[in-house]
């Protein structure tokens, strides 16, 4: 594409101020004059070849042109006979220049904004620049528009029309159309007329989309005072401020093309997510919130970086009162609509935009993230995660998995809230529903190899971080082993209970023997765990059954205290009644004089309580320990109950998930 700019006239009402150079030359701001803004944002646009006519003060111009050192091409053509003709003719002597080529055409006296001309330049068909918000000018130009095409351009069409100006990017075609219809006129001897004059006699065969930039500044620069107005909407302009938000873990060449689109239209914040708003909206951030933020800051490109530490802009937008928000398009449906809504509206509080580029999706950053979520599912990457979230998030949840398959889903299940994603932070490798899947009772009979199965299959299958249930953890001289086979296999967090002998689940509570184990031989187990542990990472908790074997609450304090002593992690406290009052009273208690140890409770029975409200009292993992292995089971059964009666498949494929479906969650590699 060729720049065409049209610099022959006299600009004889600027008045002193075009004495001595032509009017293009006319200083706009302390750095720039109206040309050397038009050629700089040219170059910036991708523009490398330009043609401006020239005539009056023509060597001044070329000379001016050359001190610029603008690297573009750039081809002068003199209109001998600029002082009685207008540009139409200063076109047609250009001719053998423009002939075939797709044109980005401007008046020599008209400033515009970047992201006007970006507009322009990158429009898929010809199109004239108009405004819908100016009001209409006496004596400039104006465009008739119907169905959004340009029908007529002239300073005399008042209906139907709009404020425009000639700014014009023109595919050959057309092009060639109005350069033909340009050198009829002048070959008639019509050369005093506006070149326009050519494309209203076409009467529509140049097909021009009206490209309406609304109140950004396009304006021609005719006499001084549009010289003081136009040179205050360009300090204006310096002062602007865009406001861009990244979660800036994986940069790529959409991300850089954003960022310069953005920088076009101001001073650019950009608003890095805190590690807390990654994690709620796609997964744990590859980098910290400080070296992204680092990044973001040693771009030239960007002005300031501030945090975002939700994903609603409202509290940075508020705060920064930006003039723009730039946003890929990719928003505009889906799960951040409501995100780009509440962002309109909190614009709309001061009069701000939203400015939306098609988002460029890139192969490599979808080979990138592929690449992240394979590492993640590395033992020494996931080990470390629960720690990591636990200090980012205060409280986390943990749902059951016994297979590969429940893996998968405890790692994809998601629903849309607040603008992301809500999902389960952690799996639970429950001793219960491993058991109860190979048909078992949950009383240690599933050896620990078998276990370990189960977790090497879940591992092969996900990436997010694994609480194992290592139910009393067996004899200290095994559980020493246990514990670095966990470790080894990337495990964060394993939870023993201080029971002994036959265990048997712990929701059966006293109604089977049960026996506790003692303090000090549970304290001894812990700290054995704690000596044979290989990674800083690896998290031992110690589960209290006191409440679920009616031993008081003061037993289950003693006992807290005790094995925190011992060198426990983390503390789980369980209870089998549907009232939470006793583990409240419990968290209270221990909170009193332990503020910092994680606590663990399993809401099986008093699963009234929200996540919100066990924040609220200090509580760090919420473990939903059994809950698919229980709605699967009756489903199952309901479906081999319909087949038996129905003597065949079809009357129980409505309960069926669709077999494409299934194939869907299973990933290929
Ligand atoms: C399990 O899920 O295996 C547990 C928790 O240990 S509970 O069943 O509540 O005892
Ligand atoms: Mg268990």
Redesign the pocket.
Same mark, same amino acid.
């Given at each position: 594409m060729k720049a065409l700019i049209l610099n022959s006239g006299l600009g004889h009402r600027m008045g002193d101020l075009t004495r001595e150079h032509p009017k293009c030359m006319t200083e706009i701001s302390p750095r720039e004059t109206i040309l050397s803004r038009q050629l700089r944002l040219l170059a910036e646009a991708g523009i490398r070849q330009v043609v401006i006519t020239t005539g009056y003060y023509d060597q001044v111009l070329m000379d001016y042109c050359k001190s610029l050192n603008t690297g573009l091409d750039i081809a002068f053509v003199r209109n001998p006979r600029y002082a009685e003709t207008n540009y139409i003719y200063s076109i047609w002597c250009a001719r053998d220049l423009l002939r075939g080529e797709e044109i980005l055409l401007m008046h020599g006296d008209l400033v515009f904004e970047p992201s006007v001309l970006e507009e322009a330049a990158a429009s898929e068909d010809s199109c004239m620049k108009v405004s819908s918000t100016l009001p209409l000018p006496e004596k400039d130009f104006k465009a008739v528009v119907r169905d959004g095409r340009v029908l007529r351009v002239g300073v005399d069409c008042f209906d139907d029309a709009l404020e425009a100006q000639a700014l014009y990017h023109l595919k050959a075609e057309d092009w060639d159309r109005w350069l033909s219809k340009i050198g009829e006129l002048c070959e008639a001897g019509e050369t005093s007329c506006y070149a326009e004059e050519a494309l209203n006699r076409l009467e529509g065969a140049c097909r021009i989309r009206a490209l309406d930039v609304g109140d950004r500044l396009c304006a021609e620069i005719d006499t001084p005072e549009d010289l003081e107005n136009v040179s205050k909407r360009l300090a204006a302009l310096e002062n602007r401020t865009v406001y861009l938000c990244f979660s800036a873990d994986l940069l790529h060449s959409g991300h850089i093309a954003l960022l310069r689109r953005a920088r076009r239209l101001g001073r650019l914040i950009v608003g890095v997510l805190s590690d807390e708003a990654v994690a709620g909206y796609k997964r744990y951030p590859l980098v910290p919130f400080p070296e992204r933020a680092a990044l973001m800051r040693s771009l030239a490109l960007v002005d300031q970086v501030v945090e975002q530490r939700t994903l609603s802009y409202r509290e940075n937008l508020e705060k920064y009162r930006p003039d723009y928000v730039v946003h890929g398009d990719d928003w505009v449906t889906g799960v951040q609509a409501p995100i780009r809504q509440e962002v309109q509206e909190v614009l709309a509080g001061w009069g701000g935009h939203l400015v939306e580029f098609p988002y460029a999706r890139d192969e490599g950053l979808a080979e990138m993230e592929k690449r992240a979520r394979l590492e993640a599912g590395t033992p020494d990457m996931r080990r470390g995660r629960l720690r990591k979230l636990l200090t980012l998030k205060g409280t986390v949840t943990a749902m059951?998995a016994h297979s590969g398959l429940t893996g998968l889903i405890v790692e994809n299940a998601k629903v849309p809230e607040g603008g992301g994603y809500r999902q389960f932070d952690a799996m639970?490798i /429950? /001793?219960?529903?491993d058991s109860t899947s190979r048909g078992k009772p949950?009383i240690e009979l599933v050896d620990m190899t078998s276990r370990f199965r189960t977790v090497d299959e879940i591992c092969e299958v996900t990436t997010k971080p694994i609480i194992f249930?290592g139910?009393t953890g067996g004899l200290t001289e095994h559980f020493v082993y246990t514990v670095r086979s966990l470790e080894r296999m990337g495990v964060s967090m394993v939870i023993i209970?201080d029971k002994t002998g036959l265990k048997k *689940? /712990?929701?059966f509570g006293t109604e089977v023997r049960q026996t506790q184990d003692s303090i000090e031989h549970f304290a001894e187990k812990i700290a054995a765990g704690k000596r044979a542990q290989r990674t800083k990472d690896f998290m031992i908790c110690a589960r209290i059954e006191s409440l679920i074997l009616e031993r008081g609450m003061d037993d289950a304090l003693a006992r807290a205290f005790a094995f925190t002593a011992a060198g426990a992690d983390a503390i789980m406290i369980?209870s089998r009644k549907k009232d939470p009052a006793e583990i409240f009273a419990f968290v209270e208690a221990f909170r009193a004089r332990d503020a910092a140890t994680p606590l663990v409770v399993?809401p099986?029975s008093f699963n009234a309580v929200t996540e919100e409200e066990f924040r609220a009292r200090g509580v760090n993992i919420i473990?939903y320990? *059994?809950q698919l292995t229980r709605s699967a089971f009756p489903a199952m059964e309901q479906t081999a109950e319909t087949i038996l009666r129905n003597h065949r498949a079809l009357e129980a494929d409505a309960a069926c998930m669709p077999f494409r479906e299934i194939i869907r969650l299973i990933p290929e590699e």
């Open positions: 059951e639970w /429950s /001793s219960l529903c949950d249930d139910d209970e *689940n /712990s929701l369980h399993v099986t473990i320990a *059994n």
